[in-house]
C-alpha cells in the first residue's frame, strides 16, 4: 500500500510539471495576465480531474453531469426550438472564441478575467489528458515526449523563442521517463547496481543526473545561429527553391488577395502571412500598379463585385481613355479658368472672357493629346511573363492602350465592369504578354495642378451651357466657328457620354452600408470640410491614413458585430494595406467622391541584375482607385509604408523633383527580415559557374539521383502495402477510408471543400468538374452516409464499384495536375 501511494504521487509530481511546463511554454508567448503559481495550480487541478474521472465514483458523476447538460439542452430544443439551443450554446461558442482569440496570440483587455481563467482551464484539460493516459494509465514513452519536443520546437521555429525554465523541466522529465523506460519498462538492469528499482527510487536517484545533464549542457556556449556550411546551405536552398518552382504553382480562375497568402477580401481582418513564391516577372520601365481585381461594394466585414450586367454600361477602360483625351477641353471651357485662377496656376488665360480664338483653335483642332498631357500620361511599353502561377486573370496597369499583344493563339481576351481584362482559359507558366500604357507622372507639382482642376458637375454644366460656348465662339470669330463646327459637335457628343459614363460611375462606386457609424461619417467631413477641389479631399485623406495609423501584418481580428473601417480607424489603429485601402475608399465616398477597392500586385522596389521585376505572392497589395471628373480614374496609396511609393514612376520634361529620384527611399511593400540571400536570377538556368562548383554539382546530382530512385521504391512499395490493407478492412471502414481518400485526391488538383459546403454540396460540384463514367462522386457519398451514420454494411458489388470509381478519380485527378507536380506527389511523396 505504501509503494502503491508514493508510486501515485511520484507520477502526480511527474504529470503536473510537465503540464505546467506546457502550458507556461505556450503563454510566455502570448502576453496574458497570468502568473507562474496560477499556471500550477491549473496544471494540477487538470491532473487531479483525469485522477478523479478514472475512478468509479468520478466516472459515476462525470457521466451524470454530461448527461443533465444533454438533457438541459433538449428541454430548451423542446420549449424554445433552435433559438433556445443557440442560447444554450452560447457560452460554448463564446469560450471557443476566446481560446481561438488567446491560443492565436490577440489577447487584449476586451477578454475578461473570468473568461481568460475558463479558457486556460479548457486549455489544462486538453494538455492534461494525454499526459496523464500515457504516463499513468498507459505508459508509452514516445507517445508522451515526442509531441512534447514537437511543440518546443515549433515553438521555436515560429516565435524564435522558448521559456527556459518549461523547456529545461521537459528535458528533466524526458531524462527521468527515458530511463524508466529503458531499464524498469524492458527490465533492463542498471550496471554497477544490483536490485530493481521502484517509482519512487528511480525518480530520487536519477531526478541529480538530469539537473547536472542539463546543467552542463546550459554552461557551454553556444551560438544563437543555426549550424552554418555556407556551400550547402546554398546547394539546399538552390534545390528547395527550383522544386518548388516547378511543383507548386497558384491556380485560380480569377485573382483575389486571398490567394496569396493575405486575408479573404470578403470578410477582412487578422493577421497574414505572405510568402515567396514567384508569381510573374516584368519588364518596364519603372515600378508599377498592376491590377488583378476591382470590388464595388462594402458590406462592413469586406468588398465584393456587384452582379450588375457589364452590357448595360459604358467599357470601363475606352470611356477612361476618352474621358483622359478629351475631358480636359471640358474643364478648360467652364472650370479649369477658375480653378487655376483662384489657386494661383497658369495654363491658358485664366477667365472665359479673356479666352482667344488661337486657344480654342488648340482645344479643337485635333483629337490627339495636347503636348502638355502627353508629359503628364507619357506612354510606357511593359512586359508580363507568368512562373508559378497559372489564372484567367490578366495583371495590367490601370491606364493600358489597347490591344494586349504576345499571347499565343487560342487565347481570347474580355474585360469584366471594372476594367479587369481575362482570358477564356487559364494563362499558364512562361506565357507572356505585352501592352502599351500610359504612367502618369505621379509625384510632380504639374500633374497635382491638373488634377485639381476636376471638379463634380462639370460635364452637367457644359450640357447645359453648350449654347452659351457656341454663341460665344461665334461672337470672338464667325469663320473660325465655321472651321471647327465639326470638332465642336464631336465634343458635344462625347460630353454626353462622359456625362452618362459620370452617373453610372456615382451610382457604382459611392455606395456605403448601413453599418458605416456616425464617427466615422463625422471624421470624413471634419478631414475634407475646408478643401476646395476634390483632389485636396482625397490627398486629405490619403494624407491622414498614411501618417497616423501603424502597418503591420498581425493586427488584431476585428469584433464579427463590428463595421471593419470603423474599427480600424478608431479601436485598431493598425493593419496592412487591406485596412488603409478600405478605409480611404469608404472616407473618400462619404465625401461623394466615387471611389474603388483595387487588389493587384505592386512591382518591388529594384529590378534584378538581368533588368526584370521578380513578383511575388508578398508583393500582394490592394490601394484605392478615385474618379475625378474630367480626368478619369486616378490611383492613390494610402498604406503607410508605400506612401509616396508612386512619386518616382517617371520624370515630367526629364526632372523631377530630387526626392523623388531616389528609389531606395521607397520602402518595399513588406519589410521582412531574409535568413538566406535571395537569388533573384534563380529563371535563368543557363548561367555556369566556375570549375569547383562544376565538381560540387556532379556530387550532389548524383545523391539527388540516388535519393529520388530510393523514395521512389519506398513510395511503390508504400502504395502496394496500402492496397493490401485496404483489401483486410472491415466493409465499413473500408468505405470511410475511400471517401477520404477520394476528397484527399480531389483536393491535390485543387478542388477542395468551400466554407459552409456539405459533402453532397461538394459532390456536386465535383460531378460538374469531372465526367465519370456508372458511378459518380454523389453516389459515393450516399454510400458514406449509409455507412457513416447508419448502420448499412455494403455489398461486394457496392466495393467493387467505389473501388472501380477510385480507381477513375485518381486518373482524372491526376490529368487535370500539372505533370511534374503529379509526379513529384503521386511517386515521390507518398500521396499516390
Known amino acids: 500500500m505504501k509503494k502503491k501511494y508514493s508510486d501515485s504521487i511520484t507520477y502526480a509530481l511527474i504529470g503536473v510539471m510537465y503540464i505546467f511546463a506546457v502550458i507556461k511554454a505556450t503563454l510566455c508567448t502570448m502576453h496574458v495576465p497570468v502568473t507562474g503559481w496560477q499556471m500550477l495550480m491549473f496544471a494540477l487541478a487538470s491532473y487531479l480531474f483525469y485522477v478523479f474521472v478514472n475512478t468509479y465514483a468520478g466516472r459515476i458523476i462525470f457521466l451524470s453531469a454530461v448527461a443533465l447538460c444533454f438533457l438541459y439542452s433538449v428541454y430548451f430544443l423542446i420549449t424554445d426550438g433552435v433559438a433556445g439551443l443557440n442560447r444554450f450554446f452560447d457560452l460554448v461558442t463564446k469560450l471557443v472564441n476566446v481560446i481561438i482569440q488567446v491560443g492565436t496570440g490577440y489577447y487584449n ?77 524492458q527490465g533492463r538492469k542498471i550496471p554497477g547496481r544490483s536490485g530493481n528499482f521502484t517509482g519512487v527510487s528511480f525518480t530520487v536517484y536519477f531526478i541529480p543526473v538530469a539537473l547536472v545533464i542539463i546543467l552542463i549542457a546550459s554552461v557551454v556556449p553556444v551560438r544563437n545561429m543555426p549550424v552554418q556550411w555556407e556551400w550547402m546551405d546554398k546547394k539546399i536552398i538552390d534545390l528547395w527553391r527550383d522544386a518548388n518552382s516547378v511543383i507548386y504553382t497558384e491556380r485560380y480562375d480569377e485573382f483575389a488577395l486571398s490567394k496569396t497568402g493575405f486575408g479573404n477580401s470578403r470578410r477582412l481582418g487578422g493577421p497574414v502571412n505572405p510568402d515567396e513564391t514567384l508569381i510573374i516577372v516584368v519588364k518596364a520601365p519603372a515600378r508599377v500598379y498592376l491590377r488583378g481585381a476591382v470590388y464595388d461594394v462594402y458590406t462592413g466585414s469586406g468588398w465584393e463585385l456587384s452582379g450588375r450586367d457589364k452590357h448595360e454600361y459604358l467599357n470601363d477602360r475606352v470611356a477612361d481613355q476618352r474621358e483622359l483625351q478629351h475631358g480636359w ?51 510606357r511599353k511593359i512586359e508580363i511573363q507568368y512562373r508559378q502561377i497559372s ?63 476636376s471638379w463634380n458637375g462639370a460635364y452637367r454644366v457644359f450640357n447645359e451651357n453648350i449654347d452659351f460656348f457656341i454663341e460665344n465662339i461665334k461672337y470672338k470669330d464667325i469663320k473660325f466657328y465655321n472651321e471647327i463646327e465639326h470638332q465642336m459637335s464631336e465634343l458635344i ?15 457604382m462606386y459611392l455606395q456605403v452600408p448601413d453599418s458605416i457609424t456616425d464617427r466615422v461619417k463625422a471624421l470624413a467631413w471634419n478631414l475634407t470640410w475646408n478643401r476646395k477641389t476634390d483632389y485636396e479631399k482625397v490627398k486629405a485623406i490619403e494624407n491622414f491614413l498614411s501618417r497616423n495609423f501603424n502597418y503591420t501584418l498581425s493586427p488584431n481580428v476585428p469584433p464579427t458585430d463590428w463595421d471593419f473601417v470603423d474599427y480600424f480607424l478608431f479601436e485598431g489603429k493598425e493593419g496592412y494595406c487591406s485596412y488603409y485601402a478600405s478605409a480611404m475608399c469608404i472616407l473618400t465616398r462619404i465625401t461623394g467622391i466615387p471611389a474603388r477597392y483595387v487588389e493587384g500586385f505592386v512591382l518591388p522596389a529594384e529590378t534584378g541584375e538581368d533588368g526584370y521585376y521578380y513578383v511575388r505572392n508578398k508583393h500582394a497589395h490592394a490601394w484605392v482607385e478615385v474618379y475625378l471628373e474630367g480626368i478619369g480614374w486616378v490611383q492613390f496609396e494610402p498604406t503607410a509604408p508605400m506612401s509616396g511609393a508612386m512619386n518616382y514612376y517617371v520624370s515630367y520634361s526629364g526632372n523631377t523633383r530630387e526626392e523623388n529620384q531616389n528609389i531606395s527611399d521607397i520602402p518595399d511593400i513588406h519589410e521582412m527580415e531574409e535568413e ?157
Request: net charge positive; glycine share 6%; aromatic share 16%.
Open 109 to 185: 483587455e476586451t477578454i475578461s478575467d473570468a473568461w481568460l481563467m475558463s479558457a486556460l482551464g479548457v486549455f489544462s484539460l486538453i494538455v492534461a489528458m494525454p499526459v496523464y493516459y500515457f504516463l499513468v494509465r498507459y505508459f508509452k514513452f514516445y507517445y508522451l515526449i515526442v509531441p512534447g519536443l514537437v511543440f518546443f520546437m515549433v515553438e521555436w521555429g515560429i516565435m524564435r523563442y522558448v521559456d527556459r525554465l518549461s523547456f529545461f523541466i521537459f528535458i528533466t522529465i524526458a531524462i527521468i521517463l527515458f530511463i524508466r523506460h529503458r531499464y524498469l519498462e
Open 493 to 507: 457628343e462625347t460630353s454626353k457620354l462622359l456625362q452618362k459614363r459620370r452617373d453610372e460611375i456615382h451610382e
Open 391 to 453: 489564372t484567367k486573370t490578366l495583371f495590367t496597369p490601370l491606364k493600358l492602350m489597347l490591344p494586349i499583344t504576345g499571347l499565343k493563339s487560342g487565347y481570347e481576351i474580355e474585360q469584366n465592369i471594372g476594367g479587369i481584362f481575362f482570358s477564356n482559359r487559364r494563362l499558364k507558366e512562361s506565357d507572356k504578354y505585352n501592352l502599351d500604357y500610359l504612367q502618369p507622372v505621379y509625384g510632380t507639382r504639374e500633374l497635382e495642378n491638373f488634377l485639381q482642376s
Open 676 to 832: 538566406f540571400p535571395r537569388n533573384e536570377n534563380s529563371v535563368d538556368f543557363g548561367k555556369a559557374n566556375n570549375d569547383k562548383d562544376n565538381i560540387y554539382r556532379v556530387n550532389i546530382i548524383f545523391i539527388v539521383f540516388a535519393a529520388v530512385l530510393l523514395l521512389y521504391l519506398a513510395n511503390i512499395v508504400f502504395v502496394g502495402a496500402r492496397r493490401v490493407i485496404i483489401g483486410m478492412l472491415p466493409e465499413r471502414r473500408c468505405v470511410i477510408f475511400l471517401y477520404r481518400y477520394a476528397v484527399f485526391l480531389l483536393g491535390q488538383s485543387g478542388c477542395k471543400f468551400k466554407t459552409g459546403e456539405t459533402p453532397l454540396d461538394y459532390a456536386a460540384r465535383v460531378d460538374e468538374l469531372f465526367w465519370f463514367k456508372d458511378f459518380n462522386m454523389k453516389d459515393m457519398v450516399e454510400v458514406y452516409y449509409s455507412v457513416r451514420f447508419g448502420r448499412n454494411v455494403p455489398d461486394k458489388n457496392t466495393l467493387k464499384k467505389l473501388f472501380e470509381f477510385t480507381k477513375e478519380l485518381k486518373f482524372k485527378t491526376g490529368r487535370d495536375m500539372n505533370i511534374i507536380k503529379r509526379i513529384a506527389i503521386r511517386c515521390f511523396l507518398f500521396n499516390g
Open 329 to 379: 477641353k471640358v474643364l478648360m471651357m467652364q472650370g479649369m479658368a477658375r480653378i487655376f485662377n483662384n489657386g494661383g496656376y497658369t495654363i491658358y488665360s485664366s477667365r472665359f472672357n479673356t479666352i482667344t480664338a488661337e486657344t480654342y483653335k488648340e482645344i479643337f483642332s485635333s483629337n490627339a493629346m495636347p503636348e502638355f498631357l502627353r508629359k503628364l500620361f507619357p506612354t
